[in-house]
C-alpha cells in the first residue's frame, strides 16, 4: 500500500498530542526522571564506597573529555562543574547528594522543549524545502495556473510512503509507536517526521546526537520539535542510566518515538546488522512497568521497522571513508574533492529526486507480529498473552540473561524486515553492478554498456526471484519498466547532488566510473542478499 496524499490528524487538537501533554507538565517529567534513575544506581551501588568509586571514574572520564574534545554546545560551566564535582569527592561529601547533582545536570543537559507553534512553522518550512529538494512538480506544472500551483505542493509522487501505513495508523490510536528505521542520514529524523505529518499522526520524541546541536540551524530546528539530547561521548553508567530513563519514562508518558537501534548512521552503505541491545531493551522494560501499573488493559508499544532509501546521501562520501572500507580501487580512483559549494548548490536547486519510506510490519516488545487490533502472534501464527509473559519474565531471579534472550530474538525479527523490506533503488542497483564488474575487470574505469546491461539482466533475474519471495521489495520503476529505462534512470539519480557523480554514460555508449568511492557506498545497500555470483567473470 503507498500514501497518496495527506491523511486526516489521527488526534486533531494539538492539545491532545501525547508530546504536549508531556512538556505541559515538563518540571515533573524531569523530576521523575531523577528519581527513577537515583532509585536505580543507588540500587545498583548501595554502598557509599561503591558510589564513590563510580562517582570517581565519572569524574575523571568527564575531565578528560572537556580536555580532549570540547563542543560549542557543551555547557558554559562544563569545566568548573566537573573541578567542583572532583574536589567534593576528595573531600568524602555525602556521595548520595552528589550523584543525585550529577543525574540532575544529565537531565538538564538531555532535555527537550515542544513548540505548537514552532512545530507548525517547522513543518511548513520542511514540506516547502522538499518540495523543491525533490522537485515534486514538472516544468508544465509551474504555469500560474490553479492547477498548476496545486500540483506544486504535491509530493506524493517524489516522497513515496509504502508498505503496513493503515496500520501503522490505526495501532497509533491504540498504543504508543516506536520507529525503529535504518539509519542512513542526518536528515533521516526530518524525512520521518514529514512522512508521518503526512499520514496524520502526532509529532514523534526522538534523540538526537548533542554533536548536530554544534549547527546553529539544526539546533534552533530540534529544540523546538521535542528532540531530546544524546551525547554519544559520554559513556560513563550514571549518564547511559540516565539516558535510558529519560527514553523509557518518555515512551510510559505515551509519547510515540524514533528509536536509531544502530545507535548511529550505517557508515557502510549497507542495512544494519549490528543492533544495539541496550536501546532495543528500553521499549521492553517501559512495557513490563505499563503492565505493572495498570494491569492486562495498559497501552502497548508496537515496535514498528522502517527502510528509508535515498538516490542521494549528502554524507556518503565521507561516511565510507569513516566506514574503513576503501579498496585500492576507491583510494586509486577516487578524484580529489576541490569543487565549491556553489556547485553542491547548483546541483540542488537544478536537479530533483526522490526519498523512499517503506514501513514494515509492527512487532510487540517480544518480536511477535502485531495485528490491527494491537494482539500478538508468534511465528506459527498462534495467539501470545503478551501480559502473561512479561510478568513470568519480570518475576524470574534477577537476571540479565532472559531478558537479553528477549531483546536478541527482537533484534532478530527486526534484521530481517530490515532486509525484506528494502527497496531496490534504480540507482542502487546500477551502483551494485558497476562496482562488481570494476573489481572484475582488467580496465577499473570503464565499463562497455553490452557488458553492464547483460550482467544488469542477470542480477535484476535473481532480484526478482528474492521479490516473489518476499525477501526485498521493489520500486515501482522496478517493477514497470524495461531494463533499459532501469539502468538510464539509475545512472542519472545515483547520487544526484553529488559535485561530480559517481558513473556518466559516455557518448560511445560506455559506462565511466567518476567516483569508486562513493559508488562502493551505494552498491553496499544491495549486499547480504549472494547477489555477487550472477555477476559476469
Known sequence: MSAPQQFPLIKGKEENWPITKLHKNHKDFLTEVVCKSFKA??????TDTDLYRIL????????????????????????????LMDHAVKNKIEAPKLLEKIIQRYVSEMQSSFSIFYYQCIAKSVHFLFVHLLKAYSINDEKTTTEGIFKFQKLSEKFQIAGEIQLLQTLATKGTLVLV???????????LGLATKQLGLPPLSWGAGLNLFNNRGFRFIFSQLGTYKVDRRKKNIPYLQTQKDYTCLLLEKGCHMIFYPSGTRSRSGSIETDLKLGLLGTPLEAQIHNFQQDGPQADKFFIVPIALNYHCVLEAKQLIEESGLQTDITRTHTPNCCSTHLA???????????????????????????????????????????????????????????????????????????????????????AFVSYELIQHSTEKIIIPYELFMATLAKVYDALLLLYKQ?????????????LDVIAKDGVAKLGIYHIKKPLVITKNKEILVQDSCTLLYYHNRLIGYGLEKNITQ
Open 41 to 46: 544506581l543507588r540500587k545498583r551501588y548501595p
Open 56 to 83: 570517581t571514574q565519572t569524574i575523571s572520564k568527564e575531565l578528560a573529555r572537556i580536555a580532549e574534545e570540547p563542543w560549542n554546545c557543551d555547557p558554559k560551566d562544563d569545566q568548573s562543574f566537573w573541578e
Open 181 to 191: 528505521p535504518t539509519h542512513i542520514s542526518n536528515w533521516d529524523s526530518v524525512v
Open 344 to 430: 553542491l548548490s547548483k546541483n540542488i536547486l537544478c536537479k530533483g529526486s526522490e526519498i523512499f519510506i517503506n514501513i514494515g510490519m509492527p512487532l510487540d516488545v517480544l518480536g511477535n507480529r502485531v495485528d490491527i487490533e494491537g494482539n500478538s502472534y508468534d511465528s506459527n501464527d498462534q495467539a501470545v498473552d503478551l501480559y502473561r509473559q512479561l510478568m513470568d519474565l519480570a518475576a524470574q531471579p534477577a537476571t540479565l540473561k532472559p531478558f537479553n534472550d528477549w531483546v536478541k530474538t527482537l533484534r532478530n525479527k527486526i534484521i530481517a524486515t530490515y532486509y525484506r523490506i528494502n527497496q531496490v533503488l534504480s540507482s542502487h542497483l546500477v
Open 470 to 482: 518476499k525477501k526485498i521489495d521493489f520500486t515501482p520503476i522496478l517493477l514497470h519498466s524495461n
